[in-house]
């Protein structure tokens, strides 16, 4: 019943914004600690951004400063708040929580940051 589902990717310019948003369902995300991920091209996929249950954050050096993960817990959705974006944050961005030893992925939504 666990389900996420990202939002919000798309084709943009460099030094532009856009939020991404992972809605959750089949369990409540405040319990649990959240995280984004991203995968570029013929890369391996890397861990980009940590939302814990008192909330702490961290980043991924590349990205800290620029990007910003909260919560809406009524909604049981994370977000992913990206400025001033660089060709290099091309990549699918993935939604991930863990429950107990399980761990759960979404599709992911692509991010292009192109002129």
């Known amino acids: 019943q666990v389900k996420l589902v990202e939002s919000g990717g798309g084709l943009v310019r460099p030094g532009e914004s856009l939020r991404l948003s992972c809605e959750a369902s089949?369990?409540?995300?405040?319990?649990?600690?959240m995280f984004w991920y991203r995968q570029a091209p013929g890369k391996e996929r890397e861990w980009v951004a940590t939302?814990?249950?008192?909330?702490?954050?961290n980043y991924v050096d590349s990205v800290r400063g620029r990007f910003a993960i909260s919560r809406d817990n009524s909604q049981n959705t994370m977000y992913l708040q990206m400025y001033s974006l660089k060709p290099e944050d091309t990549a699918v961005y993935y939604c991930?929580?863990?429950?107990?030893?399980?761990?759960?992925w979404g599709q992911g939504t692509q991010v292009t940051v192109a002129s």
């Open positions: 991930r929580a863990q429950i107990f030893l399980d761990y759960y």
């Open positions: 939302s814990g249950t008192r909330g702490d954050t």
């Open positions: 089949g369990f409540t995300a405040s319990n649990h600690a």
